[in-house]
């Protein structure tokens, strides 16, 4: 399975889905692009999500706040005094590491957040360092993870926003007074979060610059919501089916009543089994009144409700969803990666993406390159298909080896112009997963990819 990520991480800079990034400056620090059908598989991966959580729910509205925030907001949140992670740095050969994994990963113990105990357990225990192997260890210390810039006619520092949930609480007054929204309802936001991780890592697993899909639900305090929680994640674990994640491959991870941050009521990550283990792929918090209570004594605004049905003014509680782009990128790509050994012996690498989230839907060839008529007829089809769908076309190279390129971008269709063709009126198209191929006339092929990309 280790081996599953190194093949990933090949193909998609092979094939144009994710490139090291600053590569000509020596690379930098975990960084990624994502190249032409990252891009394509991002953004159907986003479009998708705003489709489910925006434009199918009439309880939601989509907000699209800034990176950079009024600091007193970090204030408010508490992400200025205790966004920290534990570091630890090996004396032996400078390496730094997260304590807390550390020490997870070498007895097993839970010790988020206790420095002390972390520092004892790393010294006393003799964990190794798992680059030189020596065990030579600092105090674990705690390290705040935003990142710090200055702004023109600002004094004092501003940060990169660490998460996308802040600049939808400070815009709940503006929703609540510009739209016709009733409690309950949700904002939804897609956006760009930076957190400066001790050690960035595993892919584009973790990384210091991210992008978030986050939802803030508003509810009455009096509400019973624990159905619509269990609802939530049920939501989420459709989400990920829908990136390609298996049943199997997914679990819920309840956070202990000990850990829980004192306003949250209930946290459960859901899970999914990367090829380095479960980790946590998305989230849910019963945040309670916490962000609107704190914002509201910060900012000495109120931010509360009134339900004029009951006549009752309240501060409502909130229930977080979060989802997390990039690892919902790792998740389509670590499901869709598959080898098969074909009849005659040979192999193929395909990219079984669900077909809605498929960078390019459709590649058209025309059978031989040196053949004017079937040339122009692939074009013309071409033309005709690209404003309804992401196509390619390809003249290059046999049939098989056009095959080959398309199914290791995961192209659910190639059509291919024949000399039938120019009889006929029909084309081939061949089918990513069967390989099965059946002529369609050009004039029922729009139709025919409509109904089977869904
Ligand atoms: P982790 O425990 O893995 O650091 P977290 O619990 O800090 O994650 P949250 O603060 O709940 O993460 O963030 C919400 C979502 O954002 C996560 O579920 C994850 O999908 C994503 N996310 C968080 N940190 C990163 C990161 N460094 N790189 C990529 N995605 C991230």
Known sequence: MENLMEK????????????????????????????????????????????????????MVGLDGP???????????????????????????KKRYRADHLVEKATGKDLEGQLEEMTK?????????????????????????????????????????????????????????????????????????FRNEIVAGNFIFRLREFEQMEIEYFVDPEFKWEKMFEEWLEFQEEFAADLGAKKEDLRRYEHPKEKLSHYSK?????????????????????????DLKSHSDASGQKLEYFD??????????????????????L???????????????????????????APVKCAIFPLLKNK?????????????????????????GNIGKRYRRQDEIGTPYCVTVDFDTLEDDTVTVRDRDTMEQQRIKIEELEGFLKDNLK
């Open 308 to 329: 004029a049905q009951n006549n009752r003014r309240f501060t409502p509680h909130i229930l977080e969803p979060t989802f997390g782009l990039d690892r919902s990128i």
């Open 266 to 290: 209930k946290t459960v990550d859901i899970e999914y089994k990367f090829p380095f283990g479960f980790s946590e792929l998305f989230g849910l918090a019963h945040r309670g009144d916490f």
């Open 67 to 93: 990176i950079l925030l009024n600091p007193k907001l970090w204030e408010a949140s508490g992400h200025t005094e205790g966004f920290n992670d534990a570091m630890v740095d090996c004396k032996e050969c």
């Open 372 to 396: 004017p008529e079937l040339v122009g007829k692939a074009r013309e089809l071409y033309d005709a298909l690209k404003s309804q769908f992401m196509c390619e076309f390809d003249d290059n």
């Open 331 to 357: 998740v389509t790509l670590v499901s869709a990666y598959t080898e098969e050994k074909l009849e005659d012996g040979s192999e193929r690498v395909v990219m079984k993406f669900p077909k809605k989230l």
């Open 121 to 193: 357990v790393l010294k006393e225990e003799k964990v190794k360092c798992p680059d030189c192997g020596k065990s030579n260890w600092t105090d674990a210390r705690n390290m705040n993870m935003m990142f710090k810039t200055q702004m023109n006619g600002f004094d004092g520092d501003v940060y990169l926003r660490p998460e996308t949930a802040g600049a939808i609480f400070i815009e709940f007054k503006n929703i609540i007074d510009s739209m016709r929204v009733k409690v309950p309802f949700g904002i939804a936001q897609i956006g760009k979060a």
């Open 8 to 59: 990933i991480v090949s193909l998609t800079k092979r094939r144009g889905f994710v490139f090291p990034s600053s590569e000509i400056y020596g690379g930098f620090a975990n960084s990624y692009s994502y190249g032409p059908y990252g891009a394509e598989l991002k953004k159907n991966i986003k479009d998708l999500w705003w489709k489910k959580v925006v434009q199918n729910r009439a309880d």
